[in-house]
């Protein structure tokens, strides 16, 4: 009686524990990089929700003040973030083209840039209008709608293709090998804006 008692209360072995052990260091590395592309993807997502927002707020002040805002970033290297702001454009509503305490602002996840010369681009068939070159700077004009400058004219709605504006920010996450994908933001000749994920090959709201 008391062998069978002492017996079922001796625990595991040293090698059940290693073998344990071994199993979750192996399912741990496994996990990691799925955990670390869904994490990347978050910080993504948060990033182009706070440009969207950012660019919704521009527009707003645009219409409100009767005068052209433009948006623009700046980069810390030491934090590795990206700052996105808007204010009014210096060529016609004297702003200062730097940014300012009371700049509206949001910044961005850590790693997050955007991506003014991306590997991939999204068609123009799913996006619905052929957008400006990635580098160029988001301007809305007093009545709220995109606009680019031309040399010596007003901030204007048709570019010098004769397309109407819009534009689309790709965003990428550097400090990962590319796996979490990418993230958009639109502006809609109409001034509508959305962001979009891409998946694999596919682009989707």
Same mark, same amino acid.
């Given at each position: 009686?008391?062998?069978?008692?002492?017996?079922?209360?001796?625990?595991?072995?040293?090698?059940?524990?290693?073998?344990?052990?071994?199993?979750?260091?192996?399912?741990?590395?496994?996990?990691?990089?799925?955990?670390?592309?869904?994490?990347?993807?978050?910080?993504?997502?948060?990033?182009?929700?706070?440009?969207?927002?950012?660019?919704?707020?521009?527009?707003?002040?645009?219409?409100?003040?009767?005068?052209?805002?433009?948006?623009?970033?700046?980069?810390? %290297?030491?934090?590795?973030?990206?700052?996105?702001?808007?204010?009014?454009?210096?060529?016609?509503?004297?702003?200062?083209? %730097?940014?300012?305490?009371?700049?509206?602002?949001?910044?961005?996840?850590?790693?997050?840039?955007?991506?003014?010369?991306?590997?991939?681009?999204?068609?123009?068939?799913?996006?619905?209008?052929?957008?400006?070159?990635?580098?160029?700077?988001?301007?809305?004009?007093?009545?709220?709608?995109?606009?680019?400058?031309?040399?010596?004219?007003?901030?204007?709605?048709?570019?010098?293709?004769?397309?109407?504006?819009?534009?689309?920010?790709?965003?990428?996450?550097?400090?990962?090998?590319?796996?979490?994908?990418?993230?958009?933001?639109?502006?809609?000749?109409?001034?509508?804006?959305?962001?979009?994920?891409?998946?694999?090959?596919?682009?989707?709201?």
């Amino acid at each position: 009686m008391c062998k069978k008692t002492c017996r079922n209360q001796q625990g595991f072995t040293l090698t059940e524990l290693l073998v344990a052990v071994a199993i979750l260091v192996v399912i741990t590395a496994l996990a990691a990089p799925t955990v670390w592309t869904a994490v990347s993807r978050f910080r993504l997502r948060g990033t182009a929700d706070s440009i969207a927002g950012l660019l919704a707020r521009g527009r707003a002040l645009a219409v409100q003040r009767n005068c052209t805002y433009v948006a623009r970033n700046t980069y810390n %290297s030491t934090q590795d973030q990206e700052t996105y702001y808007i204010e009014p454009d210096l060529a016609y509503c004297g702003g200062d083209s %730097s940014l300012s305490a009371q700049d509206p602002q949001a910044v961005g996840a850590k790693g997050v840039r955007v991506v003014t010369t991306p590997t991939t681009t999204i068609s123009t068939t799913v996006l619905g209008f052929q957008p400006q070159p990635a580098n160029t700077l988001p301007r809305f004009n007093s009545r709220g709608l995109p606009c680019v400058k031309l040399a010596g004219s007003a901030c204007v709605t048709i570019d010098a293709s004769n397309r109407p504006v819009g534009f689309f920010y790709y965003l990428q996450d550097t400090r990962t090998s590319g796996s979490a994908g990418m993230v958009g933001v639109s502006v809609s000749p109409a001034g509508r804006i959305k962001v979009w994920s891409k998946s694999g090959s596919q682009w989707m709201k």
